[in-house]
């Protein structure tokens, strides 16, 4: 599904990609790991194709099509979802109309007609639900005011909304007390444990892995996949640290 060849890329002329290379299969689960610092948000905004990260080097093929060479939007309608370590904050736009967009413009560059106002509002009180998130959120602006957990999980609603192809999640699990831990790993289960899609779980901590089993563990450091393993490669590495195991 995913096919990333010597990438190499940076900001503002620094190097912060250096190499890396990396394949995920349609079914598959993997966890990126690494210390602070390493690239791993780098390598989610280089996927959802934000603007400033320049690639270099290297190539990326995403269901056998150019991703370097695609809009964001274009990512986005072709099913790459990226859920943000900080999600942004929209003062003045609704969740409703926020979700309602996103997932409206994506069914039309599939050529699927768009949802109405209740129709959508169906789905998405559906979602927040096994979500266990408030419904009134969905009525506020887009998460504005929203505590850390209560934006991973409206990320989550929305993720469910839309229910790509293949997801990069950044730092889900940050600022998640052990229920919202337990909410979110359930919904990435749900959502995206099937046969033809993909996660790139980009993660700090063993934790969220508990609820969420990789099918492979990588080591992000300095810029490259340093080490690739099982799910045992995570219990070594909160057992051992980076710098004895990925060094
Ligand atoms: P990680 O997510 O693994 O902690 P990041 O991808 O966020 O790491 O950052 C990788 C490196 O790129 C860090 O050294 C960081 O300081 C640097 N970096 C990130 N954003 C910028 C930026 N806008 N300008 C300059 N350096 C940046
Ligand atoms: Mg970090
Ligand atoms: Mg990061």
Redesign the pocket.
Known sequence: MLKIENLHAE??G?P?LKGLSLTVNAGEIHAIM?P???????LGYVLGGRP?YEVTEGSITFDGQDLLEMEPHERAAAGVFLGFQYPVEIPGVSNVQFLRESLNAQRGARDEKPLSGAEFLKLARAEATRLEMDAEMLKRPVNVGFSGGEKKRNEMVQMGIISPKFAILDETDSGLDIDALRIVGDGINRIMRQPDKSVLLITHYQRLLDYVKPDVVHV?ADGRITRTGGPELAQQLEREGYAEVAA
């Open positions: 900001i503002d620094k912060i690494g602070n610092g390493a690239g791993k948000s780098t400033g992000l």
